[in-house]
């Protein structure tokens, strides 16, 4: 694509400094973002798309219609380790020979799940006490073997924690920590303009999921996320570019949103628990069937999100029977 037509197309927009470039993705939410922001020194890249050629295409077409090079790229930053945010990630490390940081907690994830070639045992034990039968690991493992294939070249990652200080178009960034999307998913906010950078934690159109689960350490992540989504709601912020879909202003409103459909479903969860089950029991309840392992997974995963909640609140219990956790109302 010319350096025209990517402007006229849509694929590439400039907002207060910022090019947000518009990535293909060959999953369920179809594109997601990336960021191409100037700092002191050059140019930096936040979060990439997955590595195909469609989007190695309009990367380069980009950089010619803003009016740099790839020799201008000084370092890649990601929000979190997820596929449509790191799959480029490897080849800009080769193609400009630069470090890409990623969150230290999203660096264990990687390190445990992605970079490893055993994938089905890492996760059988934890997919099993959910009540996953066995034939939805391997399918499971062999989809996440194939989604890989959209990371390569994998990089060598330099892990970064919250409170990491970034100078993006002239102003000073500050990376907080919002666990839950993903274990060490980071969101970036500048005080004096107001922009933030949510990643994956709070998108216009829809409501993504708040657990990494099976990836994941947290114990708690449903009330360990909406914690963190209520200290960004104390920020004087005017302006949200999210890692997916188009900018918007609202995001007091768009929080509390978010909170208020978890509660419900959190609610709804509670409700399914007629007699005692397995977490996928309650899930299948639940939500409507799925045929893609990673609507089954992510379904799975916010009913266990919900289950610890409740589990915190006192509201059920559960005990470890043959293998499986079984919950039931306290």
Request: net charge negative.
């Amino acid at each position: 694509m010319d350096s025209v037509k990517i402007w006229e197309k849509g694929w590439l927009k400039k907002q207060e400094d910022i090019y947000i470039l518009r990535m293909f993705m060959p999953f369920p939410l179809k594109e997601n973002n990336c960021f191409i922001i100037e700092v002191d020194d050059g140019w930096i890249v936040l979060d990439t798309g997955v590595n195909l050629e469609q989007n190695r295409d309009l990367f380069l077409s980009a950089l010619k219609a803003i009016g740099i090079t790839m020799r201008s790229i000084k370092a890649v930053y990601l929000t979190h380790y997820h596929h449509d945010h790191s799959g480029l990630a490897g080849w800009l490390q080769k193609m400009c020979d630069v470090p890409v940081f990623l969150p230290q907690d999203d660096l264990i994830t990687w390190q445990r799940f992605i970079e490893t070639d055993k994938y089905f045992d890492t996760s059988l034990k934890e997919c099993l006490m959910a009540g996953w039968p066995e034939e939805f690991v391997h399918e499971l493992s062999d989809n996440i073997k194939f989604i890989n294939t959209y990371i390569q070249p994998t990089p060598e990652y330099v892990a970064y924690s919250a409170g990491l200080s970034l100078n993006l178009h002239g102003q000073e960034y500050r990376a907080i920590a919002v666990p839950g999307h993903s274990d060490g998913h980071m969101v970036y906010f500048n005080p004096g303009s107001g922009i933030l950078f949510p990643g994956d934690n709070v998108v216009d159109h829809t409501i993504l999921h708040l657990t990494d689960w099976p990836h994941s350490y947290l114990e708690n992540p449903c009330d360990v996320h909406l914690d963190a989504l209520t200290g960004l709601r104390n920020l004087d912020i005017n302006l949200v570019i999210p890692g997916h879909g188009k900018t918007f202003t609202d995001l007091k409103g768009k929080i509390d949103l978010i909170t208020a459909h978890h509660e419900r479903r959190k609610r709804t969860v509670y409700e399914a628990i007629k007699t005692p089950s397995t977490a996928w029991e309650i899930a299948s309840d639940v939500f409507k069937p799925n045929q893609y392992i990673h609507i089954r997974r992510l379904v799975l995963a916010e009913t266990l999100g919900y289950l610890h909640s409740l589990l915190s609140e006192g509201q059920v219990e559960r005990e470890l029977s043959d293998g499986r956790y079984i919950y039931k109302r306290s």
